[in-house]
């Protein structure tokens, strides 16, 4: 046999291969070795990611449970943080029911806020210091409301129209609203008289063909000038194009079907409620009787707001006096006072004052016995009247509800607010500047009454309208 073959056939050979055999699948073992260990760290690691990456998510929404449950309970606090879960929450308001513009920290009593964010950022535990979360939740929210009674509403409410005549003032310009508010009526002024501030007439027609309106006017009906310093709507004026040019110094737009005007409210019905009236520390109005006499003065007040300590009190004159009350002379007020009667006639020098350099309120109110959001003036009720000299200090801010008419005549002076079914007569040498009072538990602005009178409301979270998480954009 040649060498060749046998050399080939030698057991060293054959143990070489096998070797080769060996070392390749020996290799083989490394790489799925080594690739289950990498794919085995990653999971670890991924894991680990994701735990923190849900930690982090978790402690945000932490940071917002936290938040509402505060918010929930009435109390208010500008930011909540916290270790475990680790979280740090901040709050904001908006006075607005939509968009985005938000102002940091917590509405203060006054500010109506319609809704809340919370914008909470958690933290994970077990993962790197980078690795957090941020959420936002956006919640309705009702602004805490302080006792007392709170202003609103126009300076004049006239539901059956108005007259002024004969050298009028009315000093009503007020920011925002129509100052002299007339729902089912017309306005009528002439000689000499001046509004200054804007006039609204929601079904009615407009003559003031004597006077001037420095502001803007608005008529569901015809209008009949004078001059309006600012714009004029009404359904039809009385003049040329070139009277239009000289009488109304802004724009005159007629109104047709469509053509939007500022709403009137409804009539709110008021009756005697002595509950309802609550000063601004949430004491109740103490209720004083007004004696025989069925006469205001000076004794009478001292002594009742004396008895209640120099708080404020109510004079309920309404089953004393069936024909009404009266006043003579100067009648000074030591405190808030309220007086309830069926009719009030002041005549000839009748002056209301504050006994004090303090500025006091004083309400006189008719109540509207039935609730049906109209003026009604009963059967033992009567108008408001006074004539001859009357005079509201400028030390008191006055208001008058009344159902039935107002009649004012001959020389008055008056700061404050004036709510009537309407007034007959305003007439010779009158002065009316606003000054707002309100009516407790009512917003004389929209003509809702809310529960409670003046007792006040305490913030109030709402529902969560939406949560998102901000790190996904």
């Not at 006792?147 to 509403?153: A, D, L, T």
């Not at 129209?161 to 002439?190: D, H, P, T």
């Not at 309100?438 to 939406?466: H, K, Q, W």
Request: aromatic share 6%; net charge neutral; glycine share 10%.
């Amino acid at each position: 046999m040649p060498l060749n073959q046998r050399q080939l056939g030698h057991p060293g050979t054959e143990r070489g291969s096998a070797l080769m055999g060996v070392i390749g699948v020996m290799g083989v073992l490394i790489v799925i070795t080594l690739t289950l260990t990498t794919a085995t760290l990653y999971s670890l690691d991924f894991t680990r990611s994701t735990r923190a990456s849900v930690q982090s998510v978790a402690a945000a929404e932490s940071g917002v449970s936290a938040a509402q449950l505060s918010l929930t309970t009435g109390t208010c606090r500008p930011a909540f943080s916290r270790s475990s879960p680790q979280f740090t929450a901040a709050v904001s308001y908006s006075v607005s029911g939509t968009g985005d513009a938000w102002v940091a920290g917590c509405p203060p009593v006054g500010v109506p806020a319609v809704r809340l964010r919370v914008e909470s950022t958690g933290s994970s535990l077990t993962g790197p210091a980078s690795d957090e979360a941020t959420v936002e939740a956006i919640f309705d929210y009702e602004s805490a409301v302080s006792p007392g009674v709170q202003p609103s509403g126009a300076a004049m409410y006239l539901h059956g129209g108005v007259v002024f005549m004969n050298n009028a003032n009315l000093l009503v310009a007020e920011s925002g609203r129509a100052a002299i508010q007339v729902k089912n009526g017309n306005v009528s002024c002439s000689n000499n008289t001046v509004i200054e501030g804007d006039v609204v007439v929601a079904a009615g027609n407009l003559n003031i063909s004597g006077c001037s309106i420095e502001g803007n006017a608005w008529a569901s009906g015809a209008a009949t000038l004078g001059a309006v310093t600012g714009n004029l709507t009404a359904a039809s004026v009385n003049l040329t194009a070139a009277q239009r040019a000289s009488r109304i110094g802004g724009v005159y737009t007629r109104n047709t079907v469509g053509t939007p005007i500022p709403t009137v409210p409804a009539w709110v019905d008021l009756n005697y409620v002595p509950s309802d009236w609550v000063d601004a520390n949430g004491l109740p109005y103490r209720v004083a009787p007004i004696g025989l006499g069925c006469t205001i003065d000076t004794s009478l007040l001292a002594a009742a707001v004396a008895v209640n300590g120099g708080k404020p009190i109510i004079i309920n004159a309404l089953a004393l006096c069936p024909l009404g009350v009266t006043a003579v002379g100067t009648v000074k007020l030591p405190g808030d006072v309220v007086i309830f009667a069926n009719k009030f006639t002041f005549v000839n020098n009748v002056q209301f004052q504050s006994s004090t350099t303090a500025r006091h309120k004083l309400w006189f109110i008719t109540p509207d016995l039935v609730a049906d959001q109209l003026p009604t003036c009963g059967v033992l009720q009567g108008d408001f009247w006074m004539k001859n000299s009357f005079t509201i200090a400028p030390t008191l801010d006055a208001m008058t509800y009344t159902p039935c008419r107002f009649n004012a005549m001959n020389n008055f002076e008056w700061r404050g607010q004036l709510y009537a079914n309407g007034a007959n007569d305003f007439k010779n040498n009158t002065r009316f500047e606003s000054a707002p009072l309100g009516l407790p538990g009512i917003d004389l602005e929209t003509g809702t009454v809310t529960g409670g009178g003046s007792a006040g409301a305490v913030a109030r979270l709402g529902n969560m309208t939406s949560m998102r998480d901000l790190n996904d954009g």
